[in-house]
């Protein structure tokens, strides 16, 4: 672990210095989720939510050779800006690094430099899971391995509302991952506050929330937790509203041959189109609200 090409902002160096709480943000939603300069400003406003309630944030990328746990002001907007930028997961991160390139971390990248770098807790806005179709495309999301190997707890809106969720809280439970829901009973569904399934546990505290990280870690239990925080009401978008505008996104790229890891910048920017720019408001409210959570999570932590 110590021989990984890690580069610490400042900030985050101070902060892990200090024993102080840090919160890891991915940067697939700076490279691949929004335009210019949207992206640039979400980032912003989401590392301020980290900062606003207690925490610093560590947004990560590789850059140069190098992974960058938290980046300066002008790494940011250098990022934002790029162009053929890797999107990277487990199976591409070193070669990312060998070559020289510039990548954006998933959730499954995310979580490996996080613990790297000693930071315990990750927002995100969704995870990835099970594809719908995967009986016959094996398309199943390398977030879901991660989390169950890599002690990291990880808040999320639940699983991207595109994919088949039973099968995805299926393989979970297969893995040992635990699904905590945040304050209900329900699992939600990433732009909706219910899935219509029950979430295996449910934990009303940040703290609490702290406390199971830590009793994992001392009976020796791989792999981190899944935190499952609903977005704010006012911000969602019913389960009733959004199945048939995913259906006919599922559609489209049916008919257009998406496949791969095509398939989920494809499918969100048609539901984009489709709700009027709906999805991406709420998914801005979501990660702002995943912030949040996370940094309540990593003060407790921190707190010891």
Same mark, same amino acid.
Do not use: Y
């Given at each position: 672990m110590?021989?990984?090409?890690?580069?610490?902002?400042?900030?985050?160096?101070?902060?892990?210095?200090g024993g102080q709480a840090?919160?890891?943000?991915?940067?697939?939603?700076?490279?691949?989720?929004?335009?210019?300069?949207?992206?640039?400003?979400?980032?912003?406003?989401?590392?301020?939510?980290?900062?606003?309630?207690?925490?610093?944030?560590?947004?990560?990328a590789v850059m140069d050779g190098a992974i960058h746990i938290g980046l300066e002001a002008a790494?940011?907007?250098?990022?934002?800006?790029?162009?053929d930028v890797m999107k990277l997961s487990r199976a591409d991160l070193?070669?990312?690094?060998?070559?020289?390139?510039?990548?954006?971390?998933?959730?499954?990248?995310?979580?490996?430099?996080?613990?790297? %770098? *000693? /930071? !315990?807790?990750? $927002?995100?806005?969704?995870?990835?899971?099970?594809?719908?179709g995967a009986s016959d495309s094996f398309d199943i999301s390398a977030d879901l391995q991660e989390l169950a190997?890599?002690?990291?707890?990880?808040?999320?809106a639940g699983a991207k509302a595109i994919l088949d969720l039973p099968k995805t809280l299926e393989v979970l439970e297969t893995l040992g991952v635990p699904v905590i829901a945040y304050g209900q009973n329900a699992l939600p569904a990433f732009w909706?506050?219910?899935?219509?399934?029950?979430?295996?546990?449910?934990?009303?505290?940040?703290?609490a929330i702290a406390r199971a990280h830590r009793m994992r870690a001392a009976l020796g239990l791989k792999g981190g937790q899944l935190v499952t925080n609903p977005i704010p009401e006012g911000d969602e978008i019913e389960r009733a509203t959004l199945l048939p505008v995913i259906e006919q996104a599922l559609e489209d790229a049916r008919a %257009? *041959? /998406? !496949?791969?890891? $095509?398939?989920?910048?494809?499918?969100?920017?048609?539901?984009?189109?489709?709700t009027e720019g709906r999805s991406l408001?709420?998914?801005?409210?979501?990660?702002?609200?995943?912030?949040?959570?996370?940094?309540?999570?990593?003060?407790?932590?921190?707190?010891g």
């Open positions: 110590t021989n990984a090409p890690l580069v610490f902002s400042t900030e985050v160096a101070r902060a892990l210095a840090v919160v890891a943000l991915e940067s697939t939603i700076i490279t691949h989720g929004m335009p210019w300069p949207q992206n640039l400003e979400t980032a912003r406003m989401v590392e301020d939510e980290v900062r606003t309630a207690g925490a610093v944030p560590a947004t990560i790494q940011l907007e250098a990022l934002a800006q790029a162009s070193a070669a990312c690094l060998a070559l020289g390139r510039t990548g954006a971390t998933t959730v499954a990248a995310t979580m490996i430099c996080a613990h790297l %770098a *000693g /930071i !315990a807790v990750f $927002a995100t806005g969704g995870i990835g899971g099970v594809h719908r190997q890599t002690p990291v707890t990880v808040v999320a909706s506050r219910d899935s219509g399934l029950p979430a295996p546990l449910r934990m009303d505290d940040p703290a %257009a *041959g /998406i !496949a791969a890891k $095509a398939v989920t910048p494809f499918l969100l920017e048609r539901i984009f189109t489709l408001t709420a998914n801005i409210a979501l990660v702002r609200n995943n912030a949040r959570l996370g940094a309540a999570i990593a003060r407790a932590l921190a707190a």
